[in-house]
C-alpha cells in the first residue's frame, strides 16, 4: 500500500475516535445536568438569595418575593409600611379591620379567609413565593401552608412591643427591603420619644384591655399594647405573667387601674353590664373620668410600626401633653 493511502487511512480513523470520545463527553454532561434539576427549579445564583432567621431557625429564599401572602394584620401593617403589596391577606373575610392608614394603603389584594382558619386552596391558587404566619396561630396549619410555598415563620401572637421591633427587621430584610426598614425604625423611635416627652401622667398604672360580650380581657406589659404602655411610662396594674389575662369585675377592682383603654369587639360588651354594679364606681378609673374607647385595629390587631404610633398618638390625645 503507497505510503500515502496509509497516512490518509491513520488520519480518518484518529478524527472518528476524537468525535466519538467528544460525543460521549457531551452525553455524559447532559446527563449530569438533567439528573441535578429534576422535578426541581433552576438553582438561584448565590448573589439572588436571601437568608434570615425566624422563629423556627434559618430561612433561604432563592429571589426577593415579589407574591406575598400574610396571614395576620400585623404582618400586612409590615409590609405597607415598606411598601410592599401582598397578594393575599387573612382579614377575617372583614376589611373593616384593618386600621385607617393600613388600609388606605393597601391596593387588590384576595382575602385568604380567617386567620385561624385560613383558606388552604386559596392561598394555593395565589401562586405565592412567600407566605408569613404566626407560630401560635398557624402551628398546626404549617405542614400543609409549607407545602404550597416557603414560609417565613414568627412569633407575633404573643409577641411584646420589642418583640415586634424584631420581627419588622425580619420581614425587611426577607422582602428585600433590610436597609429601608432599618432607615423607618430610626423615624419610628424618634416619633415614640417624641411621644413619651408630651405624656405628662407618666407613672400612671394604664390598663388597656378587649372586651367583648362575655368577657373582659386585660393586655399585661407581656403583651403588645401593655407593653407599648411600658415604654412610654406607664405601669402595668395586673403584674401577671399571661399576655391576656381574663379579669372578672372583682379582679378588675382589686387591680385598681388609674385609666382604663377599652378595645370593644361589638357595641354591647360585659362592660354595659358591670356598669349597673356598685363596684365598678370603685375603681380609679371609672371614678375619674378615666376610661377610653379605643379602635382594637389600632391597639390589638396591627401589632406593627403605624399600629405603635397611632397607639402613642391616643396616649398623647387622651392623657394631656406638657
Known amino acids: ?13 484518529l478524527l472518528v475516535f476524537t468525535l466519538s470520545l467528544a460525543a460521549c463527553g457531551k452525553s455524559a454532561a447532559t446527563t449530569q445536568t438533567s439528573d441535578n434539576n429534576a422535578g426541581s427549579r433552576p ?24 407574591r406575598i401572602v400574610t396571614m395576620d394584620f400585623s404582618f400586612t401593617d409590615m ?4 411598601g410592599v403589596q401582598p397578594v393575599g391577606i387573612a382579614d377575617d373575610g372583614s376589611p373593616d379591620l384593618f386600621m385607617d392608614s393600613v ?12 386567620r385561624y ?20 396561630k398557624h402551628k398546626n396549619a404549617l405542614p400543609q401552608i409549607k407545602a404550597i410555598a416557603p414560609i417565613l415563620v414568627l412569633n407575633d401572637y404573643q409577641a411584646d412591643y420589642d418583640q415586634m421591633l424584631k420581627n419588622y427587621i425580619i420581614v425587611a430584610k426577607a422582602v428585600g427591603k433590610d436597609a429601608e426598614g432599618k432607615k423607618r425604625l430610626e423615624e419610628h423611635q424618634a416619633k415614640i420619644s417624641e411621644a413619651k416627652k408630651k405624656i405628662k401622667s407618666a407613672g400612671l398604672n394604664v390598663l388597656p384591655a378587649v372586651v367583648n360580650p362575655t368577657g373582659f380581657f386585660g393586655h399585661s406589659d407581656h403583651s403588645y399594647s401593655g407593653s407599648m404602655l411600658k415604654v412610654l411610662g406607664f405601669t402595668d396594674p395586673v403584674k401577671n405573667e399571661n399576655a391576656y389575662p381574663q379579669l372578672s369585675l372583682e379582679q378588675l377592682v382589686e387591680t385598681n387601674p388609674q385609666a382604663l383603654f377599652l378595645m370593644p369587639t361589638d357595641k354591647v360588651t360585659i362592660v354595659n353590664e358591670w356598669q349597673k354594679n356598685p ?10 373620668n378615666r376610661v377610653y374607647t379605643v379602635e382594637r385595629r389600632d391597639w390589638s390587631l396591627s401589632r406593627g410600626m403605624l399600629g405603635s404610633e397611632k397607639i402613642a398618638d391616643d396616649l398623647v390625645k387622651q392623657l394631656g401633653v406638657k
Open 103 to 114: 388600609k388606605s394603603q393597601l391596593k387588590s389584594y384576595t382575602s385568604v379567609g380567617s
Open 1 to 13: 500500500m503507497h505510503l500515502w493511502i496509509r497516512r490518509a487511512l491513520w488520519t480518518t480513523l
Open 43 to 66: 438553582a438561584a445564583s448565590a448573589g439572588s438569595q436571601i437568608t434570615v432567621e425566624d422563629a423556627q431557625g434559618t430561612v433561604t429564599l432563592p429571589k426577593k418575593p415579589e
Open 279 to 288: 363596684l365598678w364606681k370603685k375603681i380609679d378609673a371609672v371614678a375619674n
Open 117 to 136: 382558619e385560613p383558606n388552604i386552596e386559596l392561598i394555593s391558587s395565589l401562586k405565592p413565593d412567600l407566605i408569613i404566619v404566626d407560630i401560635n
Open 79 to 82: 409590609l405597607v409600611t415598606l
